[in-house]
């Protein structure tokens, strides 16, 4: 069975300083890997995806990841948070074609002026 | 672009009251899905539709029934709502099962 394990349920930074929300996954195969954001009393917006290209994955706002396969992690990165990245962050795996999605329990970021 | 619509947007029911809430996407997807999310789990899978005329249990089925009206639409029915349904619950759509999917800014539902 895939999961995936979100390492911080909270996370607090100050703005202008870099962020990082961990995530770890198993799986015995290659997973394709996604960032989700949630904006408060909002669904669920996507950031990034990984599908075995490029191990560095850029997306929007500035959000990165870096999927390293020896650690089984896909930790988001970003070098300089914004009070607008205030949200609720989600980890999601999935194995292979026609496997569903699964989501980590998030990670709740706070952004401190 | 409207993309994943959900009706209605907040609902208060009582026990053993029945409902329906809406789901339509416009961006022509096969796959379907129904999440709810509580404080401190996640989103959880109830039912999905990998593809038009198929529906499948998801992690957390029970005290739900799903209808996939067509290609557009897919509904999630609550027979007898019961306090433990209280949650937010979301819809999503992708191409194809293990694609990003695509959500609806969810639907809030209290039952007393």
């Known amino acids: 069975a895939q999961s995936v394990t979100q390492l911080d349920s909270h996370v607090s930074v100050s703005e202008g300083t870099p962020v990082l929300l961990r995530c770890n996954y198993s799986?015995?195969?290659?997973?394709?890997l996604f960032w989700y954001v949630q904006h408060p009393n909002k669904g669920l917006q996507l950031l990034l995806k990984?599908?075995?290209?490029?191990?560095l994955v850029k997306g929007i706002n500035g959000f990165e990841a870096e999927f390293k396969k020896s650690e089984t992690s896909f930790h988001l990165t970003k070098p300089s948070a914004h009070m607008s990245d205030a949200a609720e962050y989600f980890c999601?795996?999935?194995?292979?074609?026609?496997?569903?999605?699964?989501f980590g329990g998030g990670t709740r970021l706070m952004v401190k002026p | 672009n409207a993309g994943v619509t959900q009706t209605p947007k907040f609902q208060v029911l009582k026990t053993g009251q029945s409902m329906t809430l809406q789901c339509a996407q416009d961006?022509?997807?096969?796959?379907m899905y129904w999440y709810r999310q509580d404080p401190g789990m996640g989103l959880r899978l109830i039912y999905y539709?990998?593809?038009?005329?198929?529906?499948d249990k998801g992690e957390v089925p029970n005290g739900y029934n799903v209808s996939r009206l067509n290609k557009r639409e897919f509904s999630l029915r609550l027979e007898s709502a019961a306090p433990s349904q209280t949650s937010v619950y979301f819809c999503?759509?992708?191409?194809?099962?293990?694609?990003?999917?695509?959500f609806g800014d969810g639907t809030r539902l209290s039952i007393l």
């Open positions: 999601v795996v999935s194995l292979n074609a026609g496997n569903m999605l699964t």
């Open positions: 999503a759509s992708s191409v194809v099962p293990n694609q990003p999917q695509h």
């Open positions: 961006m022509n997807h096969n796959s």
């Open positions: 799986s015995s195969y290659s997973p394709s």
């Open positions: 539709s990998a593809s038009e005329g198929t529906t």
């Open positions: 990984y599908t075995s290209a490029a191990t």
